[in-house]
């Protein structure tokens, strides 16, 4: 049962994001360029997920999940070295290529080999990436 409702849940996302037009590189390109011909839409694309998701966060302090277990509970969040690294590597990949990694995986059976590239590229980076985070906790910057 999880499994389907995985697969369900997945679906469901891929789909709204080629409806909505996240697949498309060009559209997310004229999103993040606010200075030129920027496409407001997939504001509203990330606000109509946003909100339900608020909610459904809202609920999981009362219920449990459908397939057993707990809702995983966020721990505090640290603003860390790594953090704010990994978040402009991610936004300045995003913003070059114009590719991010869910719609691009839901685009993979048409995207051609510019999204095939960048998902093997993402998937060294995942590998690459923890040698680079024991690296930075092992070396701090000198105060």
Known sequence: MR????????????????????TDTKKLQDWLDIFGDWDPTLTFVMGGAIIPMAVAWRLTKTRAPLVGGDFQTPQEP??????????????????????????????????????????????????VTPK????????????
């Not at 389907?4 to 789909?15: D, P, Q, R, T, V």
């Not at 913003?95 to 960048?118: D, E, H, K, Y």
């Not at 680079?132 to 105060?143: C, H, L, M, R, S």
Request: with cysteine.
């Open 78 to 127: 640290k603003l860390e070295r790594k953090l704010i690294l990994g978040s402009v590597l991610f936004g300045l990949g995003w913003g070059l290529v114009g590719l991010c990694p869910g719609p691009t995986l839901a685009s993979l059976s048409f995207g051609g080999w510019a999204n095939i590239t960048f998902i093997l590229a993402m998937l060294v980076g995942m590998i």
């Open 3 to 22: 499994l389907f409702l995985a697969f369900i849940a997945g679906g469901l996302f891929g789909a709204g994001l080629l409806i909505s037009g996240m």
């Open 132 to 143: 680079i985070g024991q690296y930075i906790d092992t070396n701090p910057v000198a105060e």
